[in-house]
C-alpha cells in the first residue's frame, strides 16, 4: 500500500523558514519523481515543486529562489526547505507521487503551514 506522511508542518513569523518531509512507504521511491501542492484556505490547489527520481528539480515562479525540493533515497523520505516565509505562503501542504499535478496518482493527508505577518 502506498503511503505518503507528510510532517514539519507549524506556525512561523514572516521572513522565518521550515522543513517539510514526506516519508513514503509502500513503493520503490528512488525510481519515482515526486512533487509537492499546496492549498491556501478558500482556493484551489497550487503546485510548487517537483524532482525526478533522477534528482532534476522543477519550481512554479512564486516560490522560486525560496523553496528547495530535496529527497534522501536512502530514507525514503521527500523534502521542502521553505525560506523568507511570506503570509501568502499559509496553506495546507501535501507531497504527491508524480512530477506534476496532472501525473500524481498519490496524495499525502498533508501538514498545515500557517505564516503570520
Known amino acids: 500500500e502506498v503511503q505518503l506522511l507528510e510532517s514539519g508542518g507549524g506556525m512561523v513569523q514572516a521572513g522565518g523558514s521550515l522543513r517539510l518531509s514526506c516519508a513514503a512507504s509502500?513503493?520503490?521511491?528512488?525510481?519515482?519523481?515526486m512533487n509537492w501542492v499546496r492549498q491556501p484556505p478558500g482556493k484551489g490547489p497550487e503546485w510548487l515543486a517537483g524532482?525526478?527520481?533522477?534528482?532534476?528539480?522543477y519550481f512554479t515562479d512564486s516560490v522560486k529562489g525560496r523553496f528547495t525540493i530535496f529527497r534522501d533515497n536512502a530514507k525514503n523520505t521527500l523534502y521542502l526547505q521553505m525560506n523568507s516565509l511570506k503570509p501568502e505562503d499559509t496553506a495546507l501542504y501535501y507531497c504527491?507521487?508524480?512530477?506534476?499535478?496532472?501525473?500524481?496518482?498519490?496524495w499525502g493527508l498533508g501538514t498545515q503551514v500557517t505564516v503570520s505577518s
Open positions: 504527491a507521487r508524480g512530477l506534476t499535478v496532472a501525473t500524481t496518482d498519490y
Open positions: 509502500g513503493f520503490p521511491f528512488r525510481d519515482y519523481d
Open positions: 524532482i525526478r527520481s533522477s534528482g532534476n528539480a
